[in-house]
T-cell receptor, first 115, second 109 residues
Framework: DTGVSQDPRHKITKRGQNVTFRCDPI?????LYWYRQTLGQGPEFLTY????????KSRLLSDRFSAERPKGSFSTLEIQRTEQGDSAMYLC?????????????FGSGTRLTVV | AQRVTQPEKLLSVFKGAPVELKCNYS??????LFWYVQYSRQRLQLLLR??SRESIKGFTADLNKGETSFHLKKPFAQEEDSAMYYC???????????FGQGTTLQVKP
């Protein structure tokens, strides 16, 4: 297990297109989180899953955003009809329980640029 | 309102000087605070959490509930400490974190 993997690393898309990102957490971690980070800001919470259940969504997550975690394994984050304001780094993190002794393990992120 | 404030965007010190990165929080519940660090070209990683009360890479942080602060300190900065540091507050039992805006620490030789 090499940690949390995110794919793709970079995505450039035209405004109005749909994009999907994938996150593979550490296999024994039951919690998975999505965050968004814009330039000069700290990560902002988007949503989280415990196993396959999506338990919380931020108000930042408009109805153009949807996330899934089928079978409690990998997760996908889809953005429909992308806007320039969606340009950001999308971070995935996983943990065992609510933080455990070791906090989150973060992925390297997917950098989205909407042109 | 739940909020984490890191007042300094950039902190620049010379090698061997003491370092203090400030973090203040606002939270009505029982706070659980963390420091995360991101070195150049690396992913965000946990540095320390207040519950464990440990020193990691020479850094310590003490939760001061009276001043609602969780400042990160190191007595003698090293060049390899140069990185972006984020203070984070855990909300409830979900594990959700609220992050500050981050402070870039630059340690000059």
């Amino acid at each position: 297990d090499t940690g949390v993997s995110q794919d793709p690393r970079h995505k450039i898309t035209k405004r109005g297109q749909n994009v999907t990102f994938r996150c593979d957490p550490i296999s024994e971690h039951n919690r998975l989180y999505w965050y968004r980070q814009t330039l000069g800001q700290g990560p902002e919470f988007l949503t989280y899953f415990q196993n396959e259940a999506q338990l919380e969504k931020s108000r930042l997550l408009s109805d153009r955003f949807s996330a899934e975690r089928p079978k409690g394994s990998f997760s996908t984050l889809e953005i429909q009809r992308t806007e320039q304001g969606d340009s950001a780094m999308y971070l995935c993190a996983s943990s065992l329980g609510g933080q455990g002794l070791y906090g989150y393990t973060f992925g390297s992120g997917t950098r989205l640029t909407v042109v | 309102a739940q909020r984490v404030t890191q007042p300094e965007k950039l902190l620049s010190v010379f090698k061997g000087a003491p370092v203090e990165l400030k973090c203040n929080y606002s939270y009505s519940g029982s706070p659980e605070l963390f420091w995360y660090v991101q070195y150049s070209r690396q992913r965000l990683q946990l540095l320390l959490r207040h519950i464990s009360r440990e020193s990691i890479k020479g850094f310590t942080a003490d939760l001061n509930k009276g001043e609602t602060s969780f400042h990160l300190k190191k007595p003698f900065a090293q060049e390899e400490d140069s990185a972006m540091y984020y203070c984070a507050l855990k909300i409830g039992n979900t594990g959700k974190l609220i992050f500050g805006q981050g402070t870039t620490l630059q340690v000059k030789p």
